[in-house]
């Protein structure tokens, strides 16, 4: 198995453009969650899903943050306008189970000037 | 509320020596804790878990934790460590009441081992 995949590994962008990032999490596994971290704020989980539907979106910063499931293999977050404080490493992990733990991405570093 | 606290940024530790990082939690009804590592530039790795059962529990890479349910704590621990530990550690707990996927990530802890 080759892990929860992210893409693209680093993104540098100008204030004001779109942002996707990409996941595609471990196959079989059921939940998916995005985290940011950053070394303010530590890991903050922004949102997660259950079998492709959107469970807990609370932890998203603003309307300019938005997350897609289209199917069990694709996750997106995307940020419209981007702005320099949503600079950070964004994860992707995944889990099968509620005792189980998360298998992480290798993050996506993104940077905005 | 569930969270977990680390109180140390930062555990320095000679190569060969034990090491522990420490961590304690709180939560509402029974915990169910986890302690991953990160190197630099990766994501976080699982290391070990504990649900229930016996409460020294055994990871990866040598790694042992033992819970305290009295002192509220899920200490990390490593008889001897080794330079290649030098990562940062992070304890987290899963949310067992209400909302059971969520977890809350302590704020890491960086941890040195010298040769």
């Known amino acids: 198995d080759a892990g929860v995949i992210q893409s693209p590994r680093h993104e540098v962008t100008e204030m004001g453009q779109e942002v996707t990032l990409r996941c595609k999490p471990i196959?079989?596994?059921?939940?998916l969650f995005w985290y940011r971290q950053t070394m303010m704020r530590g890991l903050e989980l922004l949102i997660y899903f259950n079998n492709n539907v959107p469970i807990d979106d609370s932890g998203m910063p603003e309307d300019r943050f938005s997350a897609k499931m289209p199917n069990a293999s694709f996750s997106t977050l995307k940020i419209q306008p981007s702005e320099p404080r949503d600079s950070a490493v964004y994860f992707c992990?995944?889990?099968?189970?509620?005792?189980?733990?998360?298998?992480f991405g290798s993050g996506t570093r993104l940077t905005v000037v | 509320a569930q969270s977990v606290a680390q109180p140390e940024d930062q555990v320095n530790v000679a190569e060969g020596n034990p090491l522990t990082v420490k961590c304690t939690y709180s939560v509402s009804g029974n915990p169910y804790l986890f302690w991953y590592v990160q190197y630099p530039n990766r994501g976080l790795q699982f290391l070990l878990k504990?649900?229930?059962?016996?409460?020294l529990v055994k990871g990866s890479y040598g790694f042992e934790a033992e819970f305290n349910k009295s002192q509220t704590s899920f200490h990390l621990k490593k008889p001897s460590a080794l330079v290649s530990d030098s990562a940062l550690y992070f304890c987290?707990?899963?949310?067992?009441?209400?909302?059971?996927?969520?977890?809350?990530f302590g704020s890491g802890t960086k941890l040195n081992v010298k040769p």
């Open positions: 504990y649900i229930t059962g016996d409460n």
């Open positions: 196959s079989g596994h059921d939940y």
């Open positions: 992990a995944s889990s099968s189970g509620l005792s189980r733990g998360y298998t």
């Open positions: 987290a707990v899963r949310d067992s009441w209400g909302n059971f996927n969520k977890f809350y």
